[in-house]
């Protein structure tokens, strides 16, 4: 059994370790409490449900993956930021299987409607972080975003495509960077 752990963030650790080495459907409260050297009941203390818990412990796992900092990461232009959010996916594929698809399956269930408040934040985090680096693309034709187009549409294109790609193991990003680049540049 692990040393005995006490802080809610030591518990999302090892609840994030759990999900890595087994995925996010062994996180219950005692597989964690477990992990922790805890007692079941004590766990109920940091998290008064198993809901929360994976609310949390799925916030934790976007965050391991993403990285995102209150800023957009300077990396270049919106092709590279595309390439940026296609290895952190890859990467996060590659670090927590089967966790993007059974989390989006997970959320679609009824009755979840704070996870899936939690998770849009954090997908809008990221999304934001992209349109940044969009915006501050300066290789952007100015009239790229016109008949329909928006820069806001793009990303959630780009985001909703790429992640739809990687659940599937389709994690090649350059036929939609290729799309991309000829209709804004």
Not at 21 to 39: D, F, P, Q
Not at 63 to 72: C, L, S
Request: aromatic share 8%; glycine share 10%; proline share 3%.
């Amino acid at each position: 059994m692990n040393k005995s752990v006490t802080s809610r963030g030591d518990i999302l650790r090892e609840s994030r370790l759990l999900v890595m080495r087994e995925g996010l459907g062994a996180v219950s409260m005692r597989s964690v409490a477990r992990a922790c050297g805890i007692a079941v009941g004590s766990l109920y203390n940091y998290f008064p449900s198993k809901e929360e818990l994976l609310r949390e412990v799925t916030g934790e796992v976007w965050e391991d993956v993403f990285h995102v900092p209150g800023d957009a990461p300077d990396i270049g232009g919106f092709a590279e930021g595309m390439r940026w959010f296609a290895g952190r996916l890859a990467a996060g594929r590659e670090r927590y299987p089967g966790f993007f698809s059974v989390h989006a399956m997970s959320l679609a269930a009824a009755g979840r409607e704070a996870g899936r408040a939690k998770m849009e934040a954090y997908v809008s985090r990221i999304r934001q972080c992209l349109l940044a680096i969009l915006q501050r693309d300066g290789r952007v034709r100015a009239d790229a975003f016109a008949r329909g187009l928006s820069a806001e549409g793009l990303v959630g294109l780009v985001f909703d495509t790429l992640l739809s790609r990687a659940m599937r193991g389709q994690e090649d990003p350059e036929p939609l960077i290729s799309l991309v680049s000829q209709a804004i540049y």
